[in-house]
């Protein structure tokens, strides 16, 4: 292993385990005086990794070899359905949808479930075909890190890191509001409110940290056991979200929905949209599962695209519902569904509500434990964190590590911050990683090292180029003081048009997918590029704000310690890969002792 004298994988090693050899292996940390010169080395280490790129053998194949122990393939495409469902669901209606009702798109809620929606399916076509080329744990981290290089998926890999802690913290104190609604109490009724911490961290959830801890423990035990009691789960979701639907509608009443459909007009619900996206970051953890997936090119694609689907239509069916049967002004934003029943009479339905709800955010959190953790396990193969947190158990098949360091990091957020400040927060990281995935698939299929001539790589760099400046200047220009005004909408869309237009028949594609391609080369991927943009660029300053802080500090740990350990490992497997090359063609001898028998 690169950076110490230790024994080879699996030979005599504990799992349980605790040294500084663990963390931090690599030269450059041996000893204060070596990181010195690794500090001093800084630049010319940032010029070497920030435009590196990784292979499809390397994250799908060498990079394994970190975790000693391998994930186990038990996996299936129903699995993979369910799994989405699971994720998906349960931290989505229950969650955002009174939040975002009342306060931004009003009635017109199920239309920003339907762009949001819209733009997650188009995500996930791209993530299917990566997800079939790029059998990795580590999702769109390991898609990033073979196109875009060790920088973009760097920084794909702290908001990873930053989204999963977010969204599980979001995810536990809702949890928390809808056990108060079980127990017919205020949603706040069992935190601990602390009057001298600032507004929106003054409330303490420890309810939230228990559970956050018990279905993180659940989801070390193994993908197989959790994947199972998942789909047990989303059978009883399903027949209470037919519930929801079939209850709701029959006491729709359309007068909720006047005297303005739009009280907060377009801007709100495209903001609304933004936030609710968040509802379905659930697909990208099942393409984390491809390496515990035994036929991950059929599998894969089949069990992303069917679960979002089904997904979508729900969202929009469930927030109409809610609107008619309650109107927005009066929804309650923690715990919408329960008290809207209780609104409309049906008193004992919010607990049947709390109850579904309690089991879809378990789910979310379960699965969840289980996606976050393999995006972990991979970053830490790559060393960008501490190897340490690859490490696979040998009895149970997890990355009990990665799980329990994922789990601590959103207990602590949970026990302190309110839904509002991670949802903004978990939005505007997962929009990100998006429009990136889908940047990395037209760079996939245009661009191949080596193989692309010079002036075909003009071409294809021309026309990406004017394709994200006229997405990145419709989202802009949506958002400032001429967005009533239509030349804009049009020069912009013309930009993108052109750009897009200019892949499909002035530029000519390097690369044939091996099973699974997304349909509409380049029109899909270039529409998610937009779509995601437009919806970054719907969230408000202070979510932009709290973005570049965390970006900031990615980028401060990125110089003091992940440049390093990454250009120790990448030139550790260099100087390997050339002896074993000079060894083959016998330019130089091992050792009797060490020379293969």
Not at 101 to 112: M, Y
Not at 338 to 345: D, M, N, R
Not at 438 to 445: E, G, H, K, N, T
Not at 558 to 580: C, Q
Request: hydrophobic share 50%; with cysteine.
């Amino acid at each position: 292993m690169a950076g110490g004298d230790q024994p080879p994988a699996g030979e005599g090693r504990r799992y349980w385990r605790w040294s500084k050899a663990d963390f931090f292996p690599e030269p450059s940390f041996q000893s204060w005086r070596s990181y010195g010169g690794a500090l001093a080395a800084t630049v010319p280490r940032l010029r070497d990794r920030v435009a590196a790129r990784s292979t499809d053998a390397i994250e799908a194949g060498t990079l394994l070899a970190e975790s000693e122990n391998p994930l186990r393939r038990c996996l299936s495409w129903v699995d993979l359905a369910f799994l989405g469902f699971g994720s998906v669901v349960g931290s989505g209606v229950f969650v955002l949808t009174g939040q975002e009702a009342r306060f931004d798109a009003g009635p017109a809620i199920p239309l920003a479930y339907a762009a949001a929606g819209f733009s997650a399916l188009l995500s996930s076509f791209c993530y299917a075909e990566l997800a079939t080329e790029i059998p990795s744990a580590g999702g769109s981290f390991s898609y990033l890190r073979v196109e875009l290089g060790d920088m973009a998926a760097f920084l794909a890999a702290g908001n990873i890191l930053l989204e999963a802690v977010v969204g599980a913290a979001g995810l536990g104190r809702s949890w928390t509001s809808y056990l108060a609604a079980l127990l017919g109490r205020d949603s706040d009724s069992l935190r601990i409110h602390v009057p001298a911490l600032a507004e929106g961290f003054n409330l303490l959830d420890p309810i939230a940290v228990v559970v956050l801890i018990s279905t993180s423990a659940l989801a070390m035990s193994g993908a197989r056991l959790t994947s199972t009691i998942n789909s047990l789960a989303s059978v009883i979701g399903i027949v209470i979200i037919a519930f929801v639907m079939g209850f709701g509608f029959s006491h729709f009443d359309s007068s909720n929905l006047e005297p303005s459909f739009f009280p907060f007009g377009a801007a709100g619900v495209f903001r609304a949209a933004a936030v609710v996206y968040w509802s379905y970051t659930g697909f990208d953890m099942v393409a984390t599962m491809a390496e515990e997936t035994k036929n991950p090119g059929r599998d894969v694609p089949l069990g992303l695209l069917s679960s979002m689907s089904a997904i979508t239509v729900v969202y929009c069916a469930m927030s109409l519902a809610l609107v008619g049967m309650q109107k927005y002004s009066d929804i309650d934003p923690n715990a919408a569904y329960s008290v809207a029943f209780a609104a409309t009479g049906l008193k004992w339905a919010r607990y049947v509500v709390a109850l579904g709800a309690l089991k879809g955010m378990t789910s979310g959190l379960l699965v969840g434990a289980l996606g976050q953790a393999r995006y972990t396990t991979q970053i830490a193969r790559t060393h960008m964190i501490p190897p340490y947190f690859a490490l696979v158990h040998p009895k149970t098949g997890t990355p009990v590590y990665a799980t329990m360091a994922v789990t601590l990091g959103a207990a602590c957020v949970a026990l302190f911050s309110s839904l509002d400040v991670l949802a903004s927060v978990s939005s505007i990281s997962t929009l990100f990683i998006f429009a990136l995935v889908a940047v990395a698939l037209l760079v996939r299929r245009y661009y191949v090292a080596g193989r692309t001539p010079a002036s075909e790589l003009r071409t294809f760099l021309a026309f990406l180029a004017l394709l994200l400046a006229s997405s990145i200047g419709m989202s802009v220009y949506y958002n400032s003081s001429y967005a009533g005004r239509w030349p804009g909408y049009v020069v912009f869309g013309i930009g993108w048009a052109a750009g897009t237009a200019g892949l499909a028949f002035g530029a000519k594609q390097q690369r044939v997918p091996k099973m699974y391609g997304v349909p509409l080369m380049p029109w899909l991927p270039a529409m998610s590029v937009a779509t995601n943009l437009f919806l970054m660029g719907s969230l408000g300053s202070l979510a932009y704000m709290r973005f570049g802080i965390c970006t900031a500090a990615m980028l401060v740990y990125y110089v003091l310690f992940g440049v390093h350990a990454t250009y120790d490992v990448a030139h550790s497997r260099d100087d390997a890969d050339v002896v074993a090359e000079n060894v083959e063609q016998g330019k130089i001898a091992l050792p009797v002792s060490t020379a293969p028998a």
